[in-house]
């Protein structure tokens, strides 16, 4: 494409780039890598988002989170409690006032839905989750995890960031900046919403790291839109191409007599990524290649889910092209007067409306999803997580709502690595506490990078004369879910 | 309750431990010996400790390197010393005992295995209650105390005090030991400029040469883009290159540095170090509209040269220094600027409250101190001499800053001028009524006379039309027939000029209206409280619900002859009827003298109502007339819309009905007083009854009436500032809110702090505002912080035209921090920036006047092995224009900037310079982003340069770099007669300062060729195809780089 226009062919046109890195020495973007950080594994590469190799040999290669956005409860989805269900209506053991948001009655409330068990590894599954249901003995269940922020947008930010401190960067962000891109045509961190989550970027900031570790963010809104992506009108690819080559003679012109400035190189390179991304970006966004059949699996031809569907459909394409880390945002939740709510899983007032309208969103494609994976190989090498910010109190709030939880909720996995069927760590008798093999955030994030291959202790980066970390001062991998 | 703070030490190192004695005092060993106490722990405690604790709490486990939470259960000293948490145990009180809540899993977990039966936690709160009987006399090894040593800290360059370095002496050329070195060394040694002396001295230690100098092209362009951040047009570059006199280059840096542009870039500087932003992040992310009067605050001071010591001061407690100023409430944004949570509960506001202070001290380090003060709120600094104490001790000093919004008036004293003014222009509207009243009047009243037995009889209610009317803490309006409108609130407690005059204004509404009278025997009063859409809930009150509170009700009545010797007379009212109330608050309490009880209307507010009172005695009136003032003080917030009336008929109780203004019964009177005849005295009084039936006299008495009711009022803008509140900072272990030590006193960083033994001490001064001690403590030269505080920025002076700073981590001057490229430098620079004054504009002009900022990028092989990275400025490195300037740079490229300053923010589809675009935490500009604008939430001393698809995808693809370059084409090319050659060099100069060469532009117009080619057959194709070109320029590296 692009190449055969130059006058050097692609792989010569690389080698041009890679001699100029090499002959320039140690500078510039590595530079800025090295300058900044210490813990970037092998960094000594011009291009900040070459692959760079992992601290040890990684299992997983791509993430695709499903981001429950609100907060789902874990005694209504994964964490079944019998003993919650015998005392409806009964004072909730030590009920603590400071846990939720608001203020809850301190009785327990029993979970509206039918619970049955499935698989060998015989896990409780409500009836909301016909279809996840079905994949409980792939899936590794953590029922203890914890955070400290009781709101929305400081808990997500904890949940992505480590803590819950803006200006942080996300996770996705810094794997990107671990480890690079494995496909230079595609952003390496793609996050996907429909109505945006409570803390919107702050949620999936590059933080202090380098803009080229951003996440590229797709509105569900406006069909995944991506800007600048071509222009409006009145200019052909053979124009463009045309003037892409006067560019790159001028600015290597311009670069030669600049040796020492080796980001110039860079900027040469990132007009040819660019115009390779206007290719590639459309066709890892173009459903249309995807038969009748996949659409179906998904939900695409079903209005409650088709949103999330696509969502998780193209999550796939992505992760197929390579893309490290993808996180979708669930969007929209029904409440029982018909009102869309912005944070879907939210469910003060009414758990059994909302929690029937979220699962009904979002759970065939997500069991979709892990089918599809597994069905083309690629669960072997990609990790999917399921869970939102914080879990929901066993107490009503009001007569049939749940108010936010830190304190215990449930996430899971499934993917290489971890171990399929196990549930991990436990809630209290009423699912309102983590009391057993407590999992925080830190903790989370520390096994994920060793899943991917990094040492959480050693990815680092130095920003304002500290050296950050995702996991701040704590994280123990939690070496029992490891398979 | 210093020994807490040392407990408290994160002890991640490991230095060397000493054996140390048993916790003084405190042993239960000691006294009394209770045995049976001591039986009980050897059968229940001691076995349940060996078992559960000490394989992470005792000897056996530091020396196996699984010591815990410095923590030592295995001996009775160790218990009561305590961990990183503090003492296990409290002797006798088991449940303030850690251990037991440790057990209990009431905070801490432990054993984390699981928890013991509760029969032995029982066992463990009784033998703690019985007072913790423990015979193990095992000593607990003293905590591996890391002692900040302070006065050795001192010894650390960037925390000394400034001192006087000479420049060495310029390198002999002669002497030189390159004979093909650059213009960079002047033949006479005496014109090397300080700066390059420095430089020289260290590049001929280190083997190195300068190189040559830039083109003027080259310089001209740097030196637009460093200073004003803006290209230079052909003609500046034009008039620069014809500019042959040896003082070219310094005076085009004296005009940029009186460009306003100056002021809007090393602003945008400043901002990134003051992590500026105008929404509060966190959940809402809630904008604050009131927040850009900082950023213009800074863009004021740089342009004004405001010295930077009281750039800094004013930024710290300007809110302090001059309360109720505008300057001052936009100076201290500078501390609230920082994210902030917008829901807040009685669980997180602690922690916020702490987390707000800690932003600022954050801040406050990075930008002015250069020094990372954040980690030291949970522990000692682990590099610098920086204790707990001192973090608290700063923190104490910000602790009464609360985040809000004040109103004030940006130029108080243009208000009071105006005002002035205003009141200086009545007495010739009143000349006029008065001549008028003297000469045409007469003769108009006469042949208009007859009219007025045509005119209807006055109704029973006649309204008042006021004289004047004033109000405590809103503005009124006043419209026909009496009625007044409530016109905007004034900011209570605020200073506000009215009348000429600066007043606080207070929080209880009073509204005093004075209206006159010539009609006798009044009997009868009237309020009426009406609804209007503009008011809160239609009204008829102000207060949310549209309801009010009358307190109190007074009315005067004065002789309105000036001569006349008749005292005031205070009406005795009777409360006669109220037109609604709520029940228990009737009409009557605004006459019962008390503030505390009020007329109130609640229950019936959102509808009109009316008060009608009867005179005790009735009015008889003065004889010249009666000026009637009615005082209504209000508990709150007073009316929104009303208007008084008098009736001269008694028992008004037992009729309603209509009102009519004033003017017939006035007319009427005033001519039944003089007979019919129209006395002489009697027709200034009558003038603005009669100006309602003559046009001649209305022009004259409307023009006094209009001008009395159009007082200029100040401009009030809500700025986001500090504002009165806050609470003790107290010493927090590991800086949990939960765990408060000890109430912190304000003070400072103390390895910054030198004492002298003059008395009074300048900075101790009680009676002064904390935050203005650490002001002035900031700015202290010589026993404060002033020679970090200039050296920083200096520091970043140099950063900005160099591209980096001697000290290469500018937010950090720390041990963790780069050492400074060239010490004595900047410890020169950083001196004689204190000495002129803290005056920076001629900082810059110095910096720029050395031949090192004047240097090419070419490289000399030479130096590029010595020196790959030109620590030692041999040569200029290129660098990226900052986000803001190259939007700024294309739309001045384009000619369609608006050089505007100032002013609420705007969307990037504004055309305005980039400053001014807004800055929402959680929606931040995607074009700057793109390019690498910081995020807003920490101070940032240096961007990150990136080179990422998404920039060329925005050059190459977006609308707005698609329209900056068709306006280029346009601006190049206005006409289809102008020849290409010619577009493409102007082009050239438009966009990159120079004019392209020979081959450049023939390159050019084959690209131009080749495009219109492609484009099409049609008559636009090479209109087109010249757009094409432009935008190649906009895509080049010389484009975006300052070279």
Request: with cysteine; aromatic share 8%; glycine share 8%.
């Amino acid at each position: 494409m692009f190449s055969e226009s130059s006058g050097l062919s692609l792989p010569e046109r690389r080698e041009f780039l890679r001699r100029a890195g090499l002959g320039f020495g140690s500078l510039a973007l590595a530079g800025l890598l090295h300058a900044e950080s210490s813990g970037a594994p092998e960094p000594a590469v011009l291009d900040p988002l070459a692959p760079r190799a992992p601290h040890f040999p990684a299992k997983v290669k791509s993430v695709i989170w499903l981001f429950m956005t609100g907060g789902p409860s874990q005694v209504d989805t994964w964490d079944y409690k019998p003993e919650l269900q015998k005392r409806d209506g009964q004072d909730l053991a030590g009920a603590d006032p400071k846990t939720g948001f608001f203020t809850t009655s301190g009785k327990c409330l029993k979970s509206p839905f039918e619970w049955r068990q499935y698989g060998e590894s015989g896990s409780w599954v409500p009836n909301i989750f016909p279809h996840l249901s079905q994949h409980v003995d792939k899936i590794c269940f953590l029922h203890s995890m914890y955070l400290r922020q009781n709101n929305h947008a400081p808990a997500s930010i904890e949940l992505m960031c480590g803590t819950n401190r803006p200006g942080l960067p996300a996770m996705g962000a810094w794997l990107t900046y671990g480890l690079g891109s494995q496909n230079q045509d595609l952003p390496s961190y793609v996050v996907m919403h429909d109505t945006r989550p409570r803390g919107d970027d702050q949620i999936w900031s590059a933080g202090f790291l380098p803009k080229t570790f951003q996440a590229l963010a797709l509105d569900a809104r406006r069909k995944e839109a991506i800007d600048n992506l071509a222009r409006d009108g009145g200019h052909s690819d053979s124009q463009q191409r045309a003037q892409l080559k006067l560019i790159r003679k001028l600015n290597e012109a311009h670069a030669a007599q600049r040796s020492t400035q080796t980001d110039l190189a860079a900027r040469i390179n990132s007009y040819e990524l660019a115009y390779r991304m206007q290719m590639a970006a459309p066709e890892s966004l173009d459903l249309g290649q995807e038969t009748s059949a996949t659409h179906q699996l998904y939900g695409l031809d079903q209005p409650h889910c088709a949103t999330f569907g696509r969502q998780c459909l193209i999550a796939r394409r992505l992760v197929e092209r390579g893309v490290r880390f993808v996180q979708i945002f669930a969007g929209k939740g029904t409440a029982s007067d018909g009102s869309v709510n912005d944070v879907p899983w939210d469910c003060h007032s009414d758990l059994e409306t909302n929690h029937r309208s979220c699962a009904l969103h979002t759970d065939q494609p997500a069991a979709a999803l892990l089918t599809d994976l597994a069905a083309r190989g690629l669960l072997d090498s990609t990790l999917v997580i399921w869970g939102g910010e914080f879990g929901r109190t066993s107490d009503s709030q009001g007569s049939k709502g749940r108010d936010h939880n830190p304190n215990g909720f449930t996430i899971w996995m499934a993917g290489p690595g971890v171990r399929g069927g196990l549930h991990y760590g436990a809630t209290d008798d009423f699912g309102y506490k983590a009391v057993d093999k407590k999992i925080h955030v830190n903790d989370l994030h520390a096994t994920l990078l060793r899943l991917l291959g990094l040492e959480h202790t050693r990815l680092t980066y130095r920003f304002n004369g500290r050296d950050f970390r995702l996991t701040d001062v704590g994280g123990n991998v939690l070496g029992e879910i490891l398979a | 309750m210093r020994r807490f703070v040392w407990l408290i030490l994160l002890l991640h190192f490991t230095c060397g431990q000493r054996i140390g004695q048993q916790a003084q005092g405190q042993n239960p060993g000691q006294g009394q010996r209770d045995d049976e106490g001591i039986r009980f722990f050897e059968e229940r405690i001691r076995p349940a400790l060996a078992q559960h604790c000490y394989s992470c709490h005792s000897l056996e486990a530091q020396r196996a390197k699984k010591l815990q939470g410095g923590l030592f259960l295995d001996s009775a000293a160790g218990l009561l010393e305590g961990g990183d948490s503090g003492p296990a145990i409290v002797q006798g009180k088991s449940a303030e005992s850690l251990l037991i809540k440790a057990l209990r899993h009431d905070g801490l977990e432990m054993p984390p295995a699981g928890k013991l039966p509760d029969a032995l936690i029982a066992d463990f709160a009784q033998w703690i209650d019985r007072g913790a009987p423990d015979p193990r006399d095992g000593a607990v090894p003293l905590r591996p105390k890391r002692e900040i040593d302070i006065e050795a800290g001192r010894r650390w360059w960037a925390f000394r005090p400034l001192r006087p370095v000479p420049p060495p002496d310029a390198p002999d050329p002669s002497a030189s030991a390159s004979p093909t070195a650059g213009s960079g060394t002047p033949p006479d040694r005496s014109l090397v400029s300080p700066i390059d002396r420095f430089l020289l001295h260290a590049q001929r230690q280190q083997g190195l040469r300068p190189g040559s100098r830039a083109s003027r092209e080259k310089l001209l362009r740097r030196a637009f883009f460093d200073l004003i951040g803006l290209p230079p047009t052909p003609e500046q570059l034009e008039a620069f290159l014809r500019d042959e006199s040896p003082t070219a280059f310094a005076a085009v840096i004296d005009r940029l540095l009186d460009d306003p542009g100056y002021g809007e870039k090393w602003a945008r500087h400043w901002l990134d170090a003051a992590r500026y932003a105008e929404s509060g992040g966190y959940e809402f992310d809630g904008f604050r509209p009131g927040a850009y009067h900082y950023r213009d605050w800074v863009i004021r001071a740089w342009n004004r040269d405001l010295p930077f010591d009281q750039f800094i001061r004013q930024q710290l407690a300007g809110d302090k220094l001059t309360p109720d100023d505008y300057d001052g409430a936009a100076a201290s944004g500078f501390l609230v600027a920082g994210p902030y949570p917008g829901q807040i509960t009685a669980k997180t506001v602690e922690r916020i409250r702490y987390d707000q202070i800690d932003d600022m001290l954050m801040t406050v380090g990075g930008s002015m101190l250069g020094m990372t003060i954040g980690c030291v709120r949970c522990h000692e600094h682990k590099y610098d001499p920086i204790p707990q104490e001192d973090y608290y001790a700063l923190a104490a000093s910000l602790q009464s800053t609360v985040h809000g919004s004040r109103q004030l008036d940006p130029d108080p004293a243009k208000t009071i001028t105006a005002q002035k003014q205003h009141q200086a222009a009545t007495p010739a509207l009143l000349a006029a009524v008065e001549a008028f009243a003297s000469g045409q009047f007469a003769e108009r009243f006469e042949t208009w006379k007859a009219e007025l037995s045509k005119q209807p009889d006055s109704t029973r209610w006649q309204t008042f039309e006021p004289i004047s009317a004033a109000a405590e803490r809103s503005w009124l309006k006043w419209q026909a027939n009496g009625l007044l409108l409530h016109d905007g609130a004034m900011p209570v407690g605020s200073l506000l000029s009215r009348g000429g005059e600066s007043r606080r204004v207070g929080g209880q509404e009073i509204i005093t209206i004075v209206a006159r009278t010539h009609q006798k025997n009044i009997q009868s009063l009237r309020l009426d409280a009406l609804t209007d859409k503009s008011l809160p809930q239609k009204g008829p009150g102000l207060n949310g619900d549209g309801s009010f509170q009358l307190a109190e009700l007074k009315v005067l009545a004065r002789p309105l002859d000036p001569q006349a010797k008749d005292p005031p007379i205070e009406l005795a009212l009777k409360p006669s009827f109220a037109g609604g109330a709520d029940p228990d608050q009737p009409l009557a309490n605004a006459l019962d003298g008390k503030m505390e009880t009020a007329w109130t209307v609640r229950a019936t507010a959102r509808a009109d109502n009316a008060a009608i009172f009867e005179l005790a005695s009735p009015l008889a009136g003065f004889d010249q007339g009666t000026e009637l003032e009615f005082q209504m003080r209000f508990a709150d917030q007073g009316l929104g819309r009303f208007r008084w009336s008098f009736s001269i008929e008694p028992n008004p109780a037992t009729w309603a009905g209509e009102v009519t203004p004033q003017h017939l019964g006035e007319l009427r009177s005033l001519l039944a007083a003089g007979n019919q005849q129209l006395a002489e005295g009697m027709r200034r009084a009558m003038m603005p009854w009669f100006s309602r039936f003559d046009a001649e006299a209305a022009k004259v008495w409307d023009a006094l009436r209009t001008h009395r009711q159009s007082e200029p009022r100040p401009s009030l803008p809500e700025v986001y500032t500090t504002t009165a509140g806050g609470q003790d900072v107290y010493l927090l272990r590991r800086g949990e809110v939960d765990s408060k030590i000890e109430k912190a006193r304000p003070g400072f960083v103390r390895v910054l702090y030198a004492p002298t033994d003059a008395v009074p001490n300048p900075l101790e001064e009680a009676a002064t505002d904390p935050r203005v001690r650490l002001a002035n403590w900031m700015v202290d030269v010589e026993h404060g912080a002033g020679s970090l505080l200039a050296r920083v920025i200096v520091n970043r002076l140099w950063q900005h035209h160099f591209g980096r700073g001697l000290v290469a981590t500018p937010n950090d001057f720390g041990a963790q921090g780069e050492r400074p490229s060239h010490p004595e430098l900047l410890e020169w620079l950083s001196s004689e920036l204190v000495q002129s004054g803290w005056k920076l504009k001629a900082m810059h002009k110095r910096i720029m006047l050395s031949e090192a900022y004047q240097l090419s990028h070419d490289v000399i092989p030479e130096n590029l092995a010595l020196d790959p990275d030109n620590r030692y400025l041999w040569h200029y490195r290129p660098r990226r224009l900052d986000a803001e300037l190259v939007r700024d740079a294309l739309l001045a490229t384009g000619g369609n900037l608006d050089r505007a300053m100032f002013g609420p923010s705007l969307l990037d589809d504004s055309v305005r310079r980039s400053v001014y675009l807004r800055v929402k935490r959680s929606e931040l500009s995607p074009w700057l982003t793109t390019f690498d604008a910081p995020e807003p939430t920490q101070s940032i001393g240096q961007r990150v340069s990136t080179t990422v698809p998404t920039q060329a995808l925005t050059l190459l693809n977006s609308a707005f770099v698609r329209r900056q370059a068709e306006l280029l084409a346009r601006r190049v090319r206005s006409a289809p007669d102008v020849p290409l050659a010619q577009a493409v060099d102007q082009a050239y100069r438009v966009a990159l300062g120079r004019a392209p060469a020979a081959a450049e532009r023939d390159e050019m117009l084959a690209f131009i060729e080749e495009q219109a080619a492609l484009a099409g057959s049609d008559a636009t194709a090479r209109d087109r195809a010249l757009v094409e070109f432009c935008q190649v320029l906009f895509c080049l590296s010389e484009f975006m780089y300052i070279d």
